[in-house]
């Protein structure tokens, strides 16, 4: 997981709102965009910004204790497949005690296993730089 992409990345989108639950409005707005790019059913669209909304919303919530800062969200649409990656320089978590599945949830930790249900792969780990976190889902389009 070192968030590099491959040379022949199809469009990308990249967005960098501020930490704050307000402006995630605006991420599942490009994301609506997008999908005028590549048509999305009307399903997969919704659990696509319900994933986007639950990986914003923990860096919104969890990055910075202060609310200062910042969350960069990639859009990568690609023929077979849409990949998301959400961004923070915030203070990161340890990926390892993120449960793999449900019925291992405590308080608070629905929004990965929300994530995990809907897309096809997840990674979860530091940027590239080694700041903050990373939180990476890529859907399957048919």
């Keep these: 997981m070192n968030g590099t992409y491959e040379a022949d990345a199809g469009p990308t989108v990249l967005l960098t709102i ?5 402006y995630i409005t605006l ?4 994301l609506s965009g997008l999908s005028r790019v590549r048509p ?7 659990d696509l910004k ?7 919303s923990n860096s919104v919530r969890h990055a910075y204790g202060d609310g200062d800062g910042h969350v960069d969200i990639r ?5 077979d497949r849409l990949v998301v990656e959400v961004a923070d320089n915030g203070r990161g978590f340890e990926p390892t005690a993120v449960p793999a599945e449900a019925d291992e949830l405590v308080e608070g930790g ?12 997840v990674e979860i780990g530091d940027r590239a730089d080694g700041r903050g976190s990373r939180l990476r889902f890529v859907k399957l389009l048919s």
């Design 75 to 79: 859009f990568e649409l690609l023929e």
């Design 27 to 30: 991420s599942r707005l490009a």
């Design 50 to 56: 319900l994933a986007l909304t639950e990986a914003c």
């Design 40 to 46: 999305l059913g009307e399903d997969t669209l919704a």
């Design 110 to 121: 629905l929004g990965i296993a929300i994530i995990r249900s809907i897309a096809d792969e």
């Design 18 to 22: 501020p930490a704050k639950p307000e």
